[in-house]
Each structure stands twice: as structure tokens, then as C-alpha cells.
């Protein structure tokens, strides 16, 4: 179906916790080296959020970075998206940094395809551009999932991290058209490899009982979500560059879930990308979750790295299980 308007990609903005923990930090909470790590992981530091720094705190930043950016009122926004599965509120915490910004005519809403949330909320952002019901969308992946790990699981306490990344798009004549191509999946027949499960617990009331608990730290089979992402990420990228018409030697950049370094290397193999040509930064900010590819997207932009006119190939995955891809130009000429 022809939508009477596509999309430019222009403005992007990250934030990160000051509070650093490195591999070596680790190996007095558990049974691990810095080497053990580093080569199954990729990953040396993870950037994580103190007890009095929240996500909307993060996601505010990263927004108001991208606000800067591109140079525009955040008055002028019809929509604000937040991809995360860690609100500081279970009810969202989309509607409190709509606030914060000063977005005062955006409707607000929190989405959650964990680490293929920020993937999944452009996505959805972009319809509304294009069908023209909206003109202008902020949409923001942020996650603290230290608050949701088990700190004496070595299989899981050495990932992730915190983080923040948010972008601004805009709706553009359907001839400028930055969104090249995206194709989107889930299949919970594989939920249980990856959890962040709520456990209640029975309580009576009056002639019943109800169940009252919390949340039960990340679990995750890593042999399988590694075995599922490097066989079904290169196969949705490369649907995506199908529906786009292109193929993997027009593509500039990859930029994928910054979830591990042997996962980034396999895909881009896959696809016989070059490795130079490959995002990554997951070294210093472990799996951020949502905030990885905008944090990636972001720093390589302020690199010099990326640059307008770039094609950029990303791709999210993660529990649900949820994996997607989005293919676009990147914007316009301006300087962070």
C-alpha cells in the first residue's frame, strides 16, 4: 500500500550513567576474570545507574540531546514513544518525560519489545508519519536492568547495563522517504528463554486469596537466545533489504542490538559485511537493552562516523522473543 508520506531521520541523543563497572569490579561478586569475560562477551564496562538516578532521568537526557540537535521546539512534537521494559512507574513513564521536555501537545505512551524496543517503537512512530496523522515523533529506548539482576548469576550478571537513546523523526514528502524498509517479528514459543517474571505470592482476602509479589531477577538460556540470533537476525535483515531493493553492499553501516561481540561478528559474516563497516560499543556499555542501538546510532554520529546520506542497517532482539529490522537514510546536515 502507497502512504502518502515517508520519514527523515533528524535528530538523536543519548545519555549514560557516570557510574562505571568493569570486569575486574565483577569478579569480587562472582566466580569470573576480566579475560573470561571479554572473550565470550565483548564487553570490559557497563555503565550503571545509582539508586537516585531513574530512567525518566536518562530518557530526559537523551531527549532533550536530541531536541538540541535537530533544532527544534519541543512544543512541535505530536507523539512521544518510550521502548523499555524497566518504567520507574508500571502504569509508564512516557507521559512524565512528555512533561519534563516540554512537549505539551505530544500523546505519549510506553512500548515494550524489550531489547527490540527501540526498533519496534520507530517503527510504529513512522506509521503515524506517514499515514499523516501525526507530523512529528520523538521515540526513546531506555532501560535500567541492573535493578532487574541477579548479581551472583555469572551467566547473567556480566551483560547488561544501563543506558538511554532517543531519536526524532519527522514526516517528509513520500519522494524523500528516509525509512527504506522494516520487517518485524515475535514467536513466544520461545518466551521461556528469556524472562524477567513477575512471582506472586498467595495471600488471603476475606473468603479468597489474590497474589502479591514482585519481579524475579533476569533469566536466560544464552546458548539458545545466541543460537536464535544469529540465524534469524541476518534472515530479517535480509527480508529488509529485500522490501528496500537493496542489497548488503549498499548498506554503510551496521548497526545491531549491542547484546554480544560474537553475535555482531556472526551476523555480519552471514551477510558478508565487512567488519569495519560494523557498529560497536558494547565494550563500554554492556547490553543496554532498548538504549543499544540509539546509543550506538548516537556515537557514532558524534564520532564523525555516520554521516548524512549514510544507509544504515539495524536490527533488534531479545525476549519475547521479538527481533526486527529497520533500513533508512540517515538526515540531514547537521553538526552535533
Known amino acids: 500500500m502507497d502512504l502518502p508520506f515517508g520519514v527523515n531521520f533528524i535528530g538523536i541523543g543519548a545519555a549514560a550513567p557516570p557510574t562505571s563497572l568493569s570486569n575486574h569490579d565483577l569478579t569480587a561478586l562472582v566466580e569470573t576474570s576480566d579475560e573470561w569475560i571479554r572473550t565470550r562477551t565483548g564487553i570490559e564496562n557497563r555503565r550503571i545507574a545509582t539508586p537516585d538516578l531513574t530512567l525518566t532521568d536518562l530518557a530526559t537526557t537523551a531527549a532533550q540531546a536530541a531536541l538540541t540537535q535537530a533544532d527544534i521546539d519541543p512544543a512541535s512534537l505530536d507523539l512521544v514513544i518510550l521502548a523499555t521494559s524497566t518504567p520507574d512507574d508500571l502504569f509508564g513513564s512516557a507521559s512524565v518525560i512528555q512533561a519534563r521536555i516540554g512537549a505539551a501537545h505530544a500523546v505519549a505512551f510506553d512500548l515494550t519489545a524489550a531489547c527490540s524496543g527501540f526498533i519496534f517503537g520507530l517503527v510504529t512512530a513512522s506509521q503515524y508519519l506517514q499515514t499523516g496523522t501525526y507530523k512529528r515523533a520523538l521515540v526513546i529506548g531506555a532501560d535500567i536492568l541492573s ?46 528463554h528469556l524472562t524477567l517474571a513477575y512471582q506472586p505470592k498467595p495471600q488471603a482476602l476475606a473468603h479468597t486469596q489474590i497474589g502479591q509479589g514482585t519481579y ?10 545466541y543460537r536464535f540470533a544469529v540465524t534469524q537476525v541476518p534472515e530479517v535483515i535480509t527480508k529488509t533489504l529485500h522490501r528496500a531493493n537493496l542489497t548488503a553492499a549498499d548498506i554503510d553501516w551496521l548497526v545491531l542490538h549491542q ?27 554492556g547490553n543496554t537493552s532498548a538504549a543499544s542501538i540509539p546509543l550506538a546510532l548516537a556515537e557514532s554520529i558524534e564520532k564523525g562516523k555516520i554521516k548524512p546520506g549514510h544507509v544504515i542497517a539495524t536490527a533488534g532482539f531479545g525476549a519475547g522473543l521479538t527481533w526486527g529490522a529497520a533500513i533508512f537514510r540517515w538526515g540531514s546536515d547537521f553538526t552535533i
Request: hydrophobic share 40%; with cysteine.
Open 147 to 192: 535493578r532487574w539482576v541477579d548479581w551472583q548469576d555469572r551467566r547473567t550478571c556480566i551483560l547488561f547495563g544501563d543506558g538511554a537513546g532517543a531519536m526524532i523523526i519527522e514526516a517528509a514528502p513520500t519522494l524523500e522517504n528516509a525509512l527504506l524498509g522494516f520487517e518485524l517479528r515475535s514467536d513466544g514459543r520461545l518466551n521461556h
Open 259 to 285: 547484546a554480544n561481540q560474537r553475535i555482531l561478528d556472526s551476523v555480519a559474516q552471514r551477510l558478508e559485511i565487512p567488519k569495519e563497516k560494523v557498529i560497536s560499543n558494547l565494550a563500554n556499555y
Open 216 to 225: 524475579h531477577p533476569i533469566v536466560m538460556n544464552g546458548q539458545e537466545v
